[in-house]
């Protein structure tokens, strides 16, 4: 069994045996399984890494890709690649959005776009509600009042 700790630079150790884990426990922080944060394994973005108010990214680009299917073969997916994100598989839902949000069907256009991507708890899959990853439109920044008499009262 390993025990996960934390020191007081907030640094995770992992100790192997219970005879180690007494001898640190003076000096590290116990941290619970159910409070560790969700670490995503594997190559694409999973709806653990994102929030549900969503966070704004930057489109590097959106290409059509070779990816290992479930059942074990392959199939050609569009991957949507994003600033400070792992690349995302898109399915027809975000690109029907990402499509709405940047005004073209053409993929090239997106980078360097902004879009919002966001962790939706109500995305169904077979018929089970099991959330997902979902892309928004970024809000239209409102004009700013050049003059005292455009703010509004």
Request: proline content about 4%; overall charge negative.
């Amino acid at each position: 069994m390993v025990t996960v700790y934390t020191n007081s630079a907030n640094e995770r150790i992992s100790i192997d045996s219970p005879r180690e884990s007494v001898y640190h426990r003076d000096s590290f922080t116990h941290l619970k399984e159910e409070n560790l944060p969700v670490i995503s394994t594997g190559k694409y973005l999973k709806r653990e890494s994102v929030t549900a108010e969503g966070e704004v990214h930057k489109v590097i680009k959106c290409a059509e890709e070779e990816i290992n299917s479930s059942d074990g073969g392959s199939e050609t997916k569009w991957i949507l690649y994003l600033s400070d994100l792992k690349p995302l598989i898109m399915n027809a839902t975000n690109i029907r959005r990402a499509v709405a949000a940047f005004g073209t069907a053409e993929v090239n256009d997106w980078g360097g776009k902004s879009i919002v991507v966001f962790d939706d708890e109500s995305v169904e899959f077979g018929g089970k509600v099991v959330g997902g990853v979902r892309l928004r439109a970024v809000p239209a920044k409102g004009k700013k009042p050049t003059s005292v008499d455009e703010i509004p009262f």
